[in-house]
């Protein structure tokens, strides 16, 4: 009788492994994939090819040496606050990767609809000087500088391809999601199509792009301070725990060694994430 029991009992164990392992499984296998579609997108939209196949080992090696240097910085605490601090590190490590190469394609969006004012005014003033179209986009990849000349050579040498020009904007604008170039290859391929002057077309969207930055640093400015009182807000409880750890440390201790005082900690952190969150929202204004 207690062999069947135990029989039965290591069929129900195995089999509840299996029920539960199998769907994580496949889920970690999915999300990786989803993962290394996204990040050879945007590296790609960054003109930088390097593979992606070692991107999971790459997130493995970062959770191993982010969390091990935490460990090793907080080794003097008490437990387990060391092992709590390694294992924040090695998850916030696990997706280090990722978070890089988004804040790079960020940058490299900003500094391209930063350099899109004067390359419209470059292309303005080669229009007037009797170039065509292709022409003054060949003269803009050659006195610019990346990121817009990398994406406008892209555009050039997919015309000389066989592409026609409007189709390879129509590209460009999907590649780098900018806004203002939309409008100005609506405005060329409308031009092109009905007619028109094209150098003053290039001016107005210049004048109107000027007027729109404008008022984005207006509002950024208006909307600093409520950023900053958020900031402010959400880094008190924070401020104050390590205040307190350093007063009182028995106290605090309960916070990471008992039950109630990890509930307490997560909510903290889940209630102040969202509030930062909240005030973020706020300050967002959609114009």
């Not at 069929?11 to 492994?17: G, L, R, S, W």
């Amino acid at each position: 009788m207690l062999i069947l029991i135990l029989v039965f009992s290591f069929v129900v164990i195995i089999m509840t492994f299996l029920m539960v392992w199998v769907p994580i499984r496949e889920a970690v296998k999915k999300a990786n994939e989803q993962s290394e579609k996204q990040v050879s997108k945007d590296l790609d939209a960054m003109f930088v090819f390097l593979p992606v196949e070692f991107l999971p080992y790459i997130k493995l090696g970062c959770m191993l040496v982010l969390g091990i240097v935490i460990f090793f910085l907080t080794y003097n605490g008490k437990p387990p606050m060391p092992y709590i601090a390694a294992g924040i590190g090695g998850v916030l490590g696990y997706f280090l990767p990722e978070f890089f190469v988004h804040y790079m394609k960020r940058k490299r969006e900003k500094q391209f609809s930063e350099q899109l004012v004067d390359g419209l005014m470059l292309l303005s003033n080669g229009i007037r000087a009797g170039f065509s179209l292709q022409q003054a986009l060949e003269m803009l990849v050659e006195e610019s500088k990346p990121p817009i000349s990398q994406e406008f050579a892209l555009v050039m040498r997919q015309y000389q391809l066989g592409m026609d020009i409007d189709e390879a904007l129509l590209r460009c604008v999907a590649r780098t999601g900018d806004e203002d170039l939309g409008l100005a290859v609506t405005a060329v391929m409308i031009t092109r199509q009905v007619g028109g002057n094209l150098a003053e077309i290039f001016d107005r969207i210049v004048s109107m792009i000027r007027d729109r930055k404008m008022l984005d640093g207006k509002v950024e400015a208006l909307t600093s301070q409520g950023k900053l009182q958020a900031l402010v807000v959400a880094l008190i409880p924070y401020i104050l725990g390590a205040v307190v750890a350093k007063i009182n440390p028995e106290m605090m201790k309960l916070m990471w060694t008992t039950i109630p005082g990890f509930i307490a900690l997560g909510t903290v952190i889940l209630l102040d994430t969202i509030g930062y969150l909240w005030v973020l929202k706020l300050t967002k204004v959609d114009y």
